[in-house]
């Protein structure tokens, strides 16, 4: 099985508009999978010769059957990963940008530089395991609620038992042991983050990085997503996760109003930890993810050493579908 880190960006319709692809240092976007239908791979071809777009990537071509942002998701994990033989991916979206915080002492957010992201990237690369099988970066909105670092941001720039969206990390082996995929078309990343919280899998989430991007923006899911299917799988969501997720109405001064979940994250991690025998009704106590946080310092003072060493491994294609 393949350690190395792989970044999977499903797209629909956004052939001259990879603008997650294009963010990336360039030996990360030899680690990109593109997953597409065969319109766009050959739309694709053609931008990368119209406009010099960098080669680096690949594509895999889904089934016809698989249409939605949903059913692609889980064609990656249920079948893409598998047959490729890798253990850690890390999926996408193809039109996010990303900042990171400017100082330790403030919440303020820069644009991110391919330090940044190799610094982040290689943290997940190092950080997803069986102890830790789904990871995240902030959403920039409420990326501020986090507070300052401090003086220690690797040590203290994590927070766990949290939503994930935009960029999610997984670990294979661990997460398809607990996963029922495609029970849900909109919101499946929130339905997949429940079921690995409620199986006792803790997550996650790196604040001193942040993206966000342009609700329905052309193309990707925009073309597929109507408010109607939208609001009424944020009813099935509360009914697959009774106590866990209650709906509400909102409106957006940027975007249309619609129904909105609002989710128990740390409630969700700590219901695993009701032992069977506890009788119903029995209050839940407060749960430590961790007695000890890791230190992300450590981390990178791993990464670092390797890259002294000129330990970095290369990625191998083989065993790629075609």
């Not at 073309?223 to 969501?237: F, G, I, Q, V």
Request: proline share 7%; glycine share 6%; hydrophobic share 35%.
């Amino acid at each position: 099985m393949n350690p190395n880190l792989r970044i999977i960006i499903p797209t629909y319709r956004r052939a001259g508009a990879q603008h997650t692809y294009r963010a990336l240092p360039p030996e990360w976007q030899e680690r990109v999978i593109w997953v597409v239908d065969r319109k766009d791979a050959d739309d694709m071809e053609r931008a990368h010769r119209i406009s010099g777009l960098p080669r680096g990537g690949k594509y895999i071509v889904h089934p016809d059957t698989v249409k939605t942002i949903a059913q692609k998701r889980a064609f990656i994990l249920a079948t893409l990963a598998p047959q490729m033989g890798l253990e850690r991916i890390v999926m996408m979206d193809d039109d996010l940008r990303f900042a990171v915080r400017a100082d330790p002492e403030t919440t303020k957010l820069r644009e991110a530089r391919h330090d940044d992201l190799r610094e982040h990237l290689a943290a997940m690369e190092l950080l997803l395991s069986s102890k830790w099988p789904h990871l995240g970066w902030s959403a920039r909105q409420g990326n501020n609620n986090h507070g300052p670092t401090g003086p220690d941001p690797h040590a203290t720039g994590w927070a766990e038992n949290t939503r994930t969206m935009y960029v999610l990390g997984y670990h294979m082996p661990t997460v398809l042991r607990h996963l029922e995929l495609g029970r849900i078309e909109h919101r499946e990343d929130m339905d997949y983050a429940l079921q690995l919280l409620r199986a006792g899998l803790p997550n996650k989430v790196c604040f001193t990085i942040a993206c966000d991007q342009t609700y329905n923006a052309p193309g990707g899911a925009s073309l597929e997503r109507t408010m109607e299917a939208s609001n009424a799988d944020a009813d099935k969501l509360a009914a697959l996760h009774p106590g866990l997720v209650r709906v509400v109405e909102k409106e957006y001064r940027a975007s249309i109003p619609r129904r909105e979940v609002v989710v128990s994250w740390k409630k969700a991690y700590e219901s695993s930890q009701v032992q069977p025998s506890d009788p119903p009704g029995k209050p839940v106590a407060k749960v430590r993810t961790r007695k000890k946080p890791v230190r992300l310092s450590d981390i990178y003072a791993e990464i670092s050493a390797a890259s002294a060493a000129g330990g970095s491994e290369t990625d191998s294609d083989e065993g790629d579908p075609a």
